[in-house]
């Protein structure tokens, strides 16, 4: 059984950082490039950063570029997500997803609908 599983959520006050993990159970994710959603009540999911299966090409989400660092250690089958400078509006649940075909070396997944795997994820909230 594959699992996702979400850590390092918390209260932090505004301008303040947080570090995610997510570690992977029950299959290699190596060769797989991994995301982090976020999603509040009434919203659809968001995309937030994806990292390729050799953590050598990133992408991020507009509201989080220069703020948010996604990395990966293949070797702990475990996919991290550095944020600084949070603000209100990044107050949301952090979800960890996963793709089940094998990537190729520059694919990153910007889209839900892409992912096949996802973790219960973790609260983070952000106050003012």
Known sequence: ??????????LVQAGGSLSLSC?????DFSGN????FRQT?????EFVASIS???S??????SVTGRFTISRDNAKNTVYLQMNDLKPEDTAVYLCAGTAQAAQAMDVMA???EYDYWGQGT??????
């Open 1 to 10: 059984q594959v699992q996702l599983v979400e850590s390092g959520g918390g």
């Open 23 to 27: 570690s992977a159970s029950g299959r």
């Open 33 to 36: 490039a991994m995301g982090w």
């Open 41 to 45: 009540p009434g919203k659809e999911r």
């Open 53 to 55: 299966r050799s953590g």
């Open 57 to 62: 090409f990133t992408f991020y989400a507009d």
């Open 111 to 113: 889209r839900a609908y």
């Open 123 to 128: 609260q983070v909230t952000v106050s003012s």
